[in-house]
């Protein structure tokens, strides 16, 4: 299986579930999603990565390109539920220096919900 990704409303905030192995063949489906939710008016996301059982080096790619289309457009990125694997790997990369992870979707929301109001 490779990744799946779908999104749910929260209000200002777009909650994007990322489901299945990240790997090269899936492309660009996470940036594709992020860029199309940028053009209807999102500016606000949550990556939960409960669903996300592998995450190569391309998936980690992907993250950070998505969050610079977001930041580009004055918006902001925080990820929920990675595996312990994938938040090695964030925390690994450095990428969570960037991108903050935070304990659960609520709170990733509620922050945003916050900036979106400023």
Do not use: C
């Not at 199309?36 to 992907?62: A, I, M, P, T």
């Not at 990675?82 to 938040?87: F, I, L, T």
Request: charged letters at 25%.
């Amino acid at each position: 299986m490779g990744l799946s990704v779908e999104w749910r409303d929260a209000g200002s905030v777009a909650v994007i579930d990322v489901v299945g192995e990240s790997s090269i063949m899936d492309g660009t489906v996470l940036q594709q999603t992020v860029r199309r939710l940028l053009r209807e008016g999102k500016r606000y996301f949550v990556l939960n990565l409960k669903g996300l059982r592998h995450l190569d080096s391309f998936g980690l790619g992907q993250f950070v390109s998505s969050y610079i289309s977001v930041r580009d457009q004055k918006g902001d990125m925080k990820i929920v539920n990675p595996s312990p694997n994938v938040r090695d790997l964030l925390r690994y990369s450095r990428i969570d220096t960037v991108l903050q992870v935070l304990g659960t979707e609520e709170e990733a929301v509620q922050a945003l919900q916050k900036l979106a109001a400023t």
